[in-house]
């Protein structure tokens, strides 16, 4: 039922979006933000890609850079609507990392003293998207911001929750260090908001080689900064029907691996002693 109601939105936006002439895309005369919009995604998704990026290319702000990294196996494999958006504000850069991580952490490693959003690769992103985050970001330049979080949740004596009772934000949760931003709604990453471990492939591919959410919010906690749930948020991203039959967050959730990799990260960086400052 979900996705029979999901349809007639993703299709009439799809079009709207491929109805605009790639020269409009590519000249865009506003005034860039401040911000590099960083993305990863997987072969299955690759012929769709390219509705994603000019939702990305047709927001009211757009960002200075927009860079997609992919696995080098897609090297030479890519459709032409996905190519031919290329241009000085869109880069299509290849990893030989085979796990999402990608998304951020060459972009770290590529625009240390930039804000770095990350967004998902299955999402048509709302025209006011990227200038509302940025705003958000205005008022709290130290923060990484979310427009969708969740509260990591504690029993009495201190131990994490499973994942799935994590859900949702609490307004009346004191402790913002207990703060997890969601990745589909975008994330935006202030210069040096991680710590300088979170580039480290070996260990998050050991820690964390199926939710670099967690992985990022373990950094964070690290580096001692805290995570904001947006106060205002544009309306919900569009899903493109066809794209979401491999999801790794459904995957994570419903076996609980996601409980099994906090516990990881729990014990790796004594996560409990920095949320709870005991």
Not at 26 to 42: A, F, G, Q, R, Y
Not at 44 to 60: A, E, G, N, Y
Not at 114 to 126: H, L, Q
Not at 144 to 169: A, E, F, M, Q, S
């Amino acid at each position: 039922m979900k996705v029979v109601k999901e349809l007639g939105p993703s299709l009439f936006h799809s079009l709207r979006l491929l109805l605009v002439p790639t020269s409009r895309l590519l000249n865009s005369k506003n005034e860039p933000l401040p911000v590099v919009v960083s993305l990863t995604s997987i072969p299955s998704r690759i012929k769709t890609l390219h509705i994603v990026i000019r939702s990305l290319l047709m927001q009211d702000r757009t960002p200075k850079k927009i860079v997609l990294w992919l696995n080098n196996d897609l090297r030479n494999k890519l459709p032409h609507n996905l190519v031919s958006l290329q241009s000085a504000f869109f880069e299509i850069c290849f990893s030989d990392l085979t796990s999402s991580h990608r998304k951020l952490i060459h972009s770290i490693e590529k625009y240390p003293n930039e804000v770095i959003v990350t967004c998902d690769d299955d999402m048509i992103y709302r025209k006011n998207w990227l200038r509302l985050l940025y705003e958000e970001h205005l008022k709290n330049p130290k923060d990484i911001i979310g427009n969708c979080t969740i509260t990591i949740k504690h029993d009495d004596v201190g131990n994490p929750l499973p994942y799935k009772l994590w859900r949702y934000p609490d307004e009346n949760e004191p402790n913002l260090r207990a703060t997890v931003a969601i990745g589909a709604w975008g994330i935006l990453y202030p210069p040096n908001s991680l710590s300088k471990q979170a580039i480290d492939s070996d260990l998050f591919m050991r820690l964390t080689p199926t939710a670099d959410d967690l992985w990022f919010k373990a950094m964070a906690l690290v580096n001692g900064t805290i995570t904001s749930q947006a106060e205002t948020t544009p309306k919900e991203p569009i899903p493109i029907i066809g794209s979401q039959k491999v999801a790794l967050k459904k995957d994570n959730i419903t076996q609980e691996k996601n409980t099994v990799i906090w516990e990881e990260l729990n014990n790796h960086f004594n996560l409990n002693q920095i949320i709870l400052g005991k």
